[in-house]
């Protein structure tokens, strides 16, 4: 899914519950405001949590040695930060219940 994609899906499930109110150039604005806020926070070394769905987080990875694909030589891989997002149970109960195809019912012998 694209950004677009996503701006299309949130403009029509506004539409849906509060009516065409908000155009979706106003939506792409919401969308594009909370991808920046997201962006900012995790700059500033903050974690964000949004309830039911997950949390973003800086996680910091150790320096390891890594190889030159190309000639093979060992190669030091400095500490840095880094960003990733945990699910919460609530999404990952929800992605496991989908990912599952139904279950066919059982005809009598």
Same mark, same amino acid.
């Given at each position: +899914? !694209? *950004?677009?994609? #996503?701006?299309? %899906?949130?403009?029509?499930? /506004?539409?849906?519950? $509060?009516?065409? +109110? /908000?155009? *979706?150039?106003?939506? @792409?604005?919401?969308?594009?405001?909370? #991808?920046?806020?997201?962006?900012? @926070?995790?700059?500033? %070394?903050?974690? /964000?949590?949004?309830?039911?769905?997950? !949390?973003?987080? /800086? &996680? &910091? &990875? *150790?320096?390891? +040695? @890594?190889?030159?694909?190309?000639?093979?030589?060992?190669?030091?891989? $400095?500490?840095?930060?880094?960003?990733?997002?945990?699910?919460? *149970?609530?999404?990952?109960? #929800?992605?496991?219940?989908?990912?599952?195809?139904? @279950?066919?019912?059982? %005809?009598?012998?």
């Amino acid at each position: +899914m !694209t *950004k677009a994609d #996503l701006v299309e %899906q949130v403009t029509a499930s /506004i539409a849906k519950t $509060a009516g065409p +109110m /908000i155009s *979706k150039k106003d939506c @792409a604005r919401v969308v594009d405001a909370f #991808l920046e806020a997201v962006k900012d @926070a995790l700059k500033e %070394q903050h974690n /964000i949590e949004v309830r039911g769905f997950g !949390t973003f987080k /800086i &996680r &910091r &990875r *150790k320096t390891r +040695m @890594a190889r030159n694909p190309r000639t093979g030589d060992p190669v030091e891989v $400095a500490a840095r930060p880094v960003p990733v997002f945990k699910p919460s *149970k609530e999404l990952r109960a #929800l992605v496991a219940d989908e990912g599952q195809p139904e @279950a066919e019912p059982v %005809q009598g012998l």
